[in-house]
């Protein structure tokens, strides 16, 4: 590897030879010059690889100097080193995109510090993260054999979402592929606890998880009640990596809590998201609100369109102070993100605001039906990747920010995530089987039951029944469902995509964030 080139620019640059000199021990190719015009023209016609650029100069000083080399060599890093550590020139400064700076008098070790953080750090980081992930994966094997609450698999699975983004963002991504099998390793065990304990959860078991009907109850309703604005996001079908990348464009704006609680089965909107704003389960709102869980198997969306009264039942039952002061908005597109942005002025006497975000879903759906979602996203990171650029120029990201100027909390949460499927398994039902991929429900499924949770008795599991022979069929892992006929024509449609509905570890355990304003 070739040494790191830097330009020094120093009015006193020969006074700095001793400097020099132990910066070339290191391995460094250093260039003095004593002046910002000529610091300049070097970078135009050289490559460096940092300056060191000393503040205080007679002619054109650092701060000058620093613009014109912006505007020659926009990514060259740069450290300042000043005499002086006020506020303003500091502000000065970082507004003008130093990279870092030194307080003199400075010593050589500080400089070699300095420059082994911006150019080397990325490296250095990789290699310890590689190391760290190492030692972490052996750790799994015995954190599985012991997961028998579910704490314990939230915790297993937050874990698993930070190697991925530390080993996407700063390895060499040769351990991602290691990684995935790992998570697949772990879905398989997930799979089986889930279908050992769900009906006791539902049906009142101690040990339950936190699940969809239960989140308004004990973590939105209290909140209420102190007399703060609550503002309630759900962004639909939202992975906990997803949000844990996003995260970061919000830390300057609040102060950040995670939790996580459990999507219910099926794992996709129509029960869940109906569940979170009932407070009840899917059976429970098909016998107090059957009106309100009306369609078909083949019009799943009609039973997402009572959410609003759902919420307001919800909140009467409750005997919320927000009975007759919320405000519910969904949010399709873009005009229907401006109704929000524009109608916040108007709030600020509204308990709680609740506010539906689609366009994940959207997304996920669409992605295997266009190629060119689908070369924009081949990939969960990429996928992860692109909730990001939608989140970080969407009229949301606005909204937050400007209720951070609030006396408000803010939730954020989802109602299920999804997976990235990757295996076909037949079922068989006949014309009246609901179109989903990664669940189905009718009459006289027949499935694998290996690969597949048959729910015999849907009451049991505190869902509608229709029919008396009715049952549901969940997948696991990353099985996909597909009929016989024409397999594989569907096989290759649906390969890869994201679909939720199933029980993975992406699907059921999920972010919920409490947002402080700063």
């Known amino acids: 590897m070739s040494p790191y080139r830097i330009l020094w620019v120093d009015d006193q640059i020969e006074e700095l030879r001793s400097h020099v000199v132990y910066l070339t021990e290191k391995g460094y190719r250093v260039d003095g010059v004593n002046n910002g015009r000529d610091a300049v023209a070097m970078l135009a016609g050289e490559r460096y690889d940092a300056v060191l650029l000393d503040e205080m100069m007679p002619g054109m000083g650092g701060l000058e100097t620093l613009v014109e080399i912006k505007k020659v060599r926009e990514s060259v890093p740069v450290i300042m080193i000043t005499k002086s ?55 799994v094997g015995g954190r599985l054999a012991r997961a028998a609450a579910p704490g314990d698999w939230e915790s297993l699975y937050a874990d698993m979402v930070g190697w991925a983004l530390d080993l996407y963002a700063y390895s060499d991504h040769g351990l991602l592929q290691v990684h995935d099998e790992q998570i697949t390793e772990c879905n398989r065990a997930f799979a ?14 101690a040990d339950a998880p936190l699940m969809c009907p239960d989140l308004f109850r004990t973590w939105v309703a209290p909140e209420i009640e102190t007399g703060r604005q609550v503002f309630w996001i759900v962004i639909d079908c939202m992975r906990l990596d997803q949000w844990r990348h996003v995260e970061d464009l919000l830390e300057p704006y609040y102060h950040l809590e995670r939790r996580h609680y459990w999507s219910i089965l099926p794992s996709a909107t129509p029960f869940a998201r109906n569940a979170m704003f009932a407070g009840l389960y899917p059976r429970e709102i098909a016998a107090r609100y059957p009106d309100w869980w009306r369609g078909s ?24 102070a927000a009975a007759s002061s919320y405000k519910y908005y969904k949010v399709f597109d873009a005009r229907d993100s401006d109704d929000l942005r524009k109608h916040l002025g108007s709030l600020g006497d ?78 068989k039902g006949n014309r009246d089987t609901s179109s989903n991929v990664r669940y189905k429900y009718g009459d006289n499924l027949g499935v694998d039951e290996r690969a597949v949770f048959l729910i015999k008795d849907p009451e049991a599991c505190m869902l509608p029944r229709q029919s008396t022979i009715e049952n549901y069929a969940v997948t696991t892992e990353n099985d996909y469902l597909v009929y ?28 919920f964030a409490v947002l402080r304003p700063r």
């Open 192 to 205: 089986r606890y889930v279908r050992d304990n769900y009906s006791r959860w539902v049906n009142g078991a």
């Open 350 to 427: 509204v308990r709680l605001v609740a506010a539906v975000y689609n366009f994940l879903d959207i997304m996920a759906h669409g992605r295997s039906q266009s190629s060119i979602l689908k070369e924009l996203a081949p990939d969960v990171a990429a996928f992860r990747s692109l909730m990001r650029s939608w989140f970080e120029h969407s009229t949301l990201y606005e909204v937050l920010k400007l209720l951070a100027r609030r006396d408000v909390t803010v939730f954020i949460t989802t109602d299920h995530g999804s997976t990235n499927c990757t295996r076909a398994t037949t079922v």
């Open 297 to 320: 198997s083949q019009q799943q969306h009609s039973k997402n369109a009572h959410e609003e009264e759902l919420l307001g039942e919800q909140l009467r039952r409750l005997g919320s």
């Open 484 to 511: 016989p006929t024409n397999f594989h024509e569907y096989e290759r449609l649906y390969r890869g995509s994201f679909q939720h509905g199933g029980i993975s570890l992406e699907e059921l355990i999920i972010p």
């Open 85 to 139: 550590e006020e506020e303003d020139l500091m502000r000065r400064a970082i507004g003008s995109r130093i990279d870092d700076y030194l307080v003199k008098p400075v010593s050589p070790l500080q400089i070699v510090s300095a420059l082994k953080r911006l150019l080397e750090g990325r490296r250095i980081l990789g290699e310890q993260v590689n190391r760290d992930y190492l030692a972490h994966y052996g750790t």
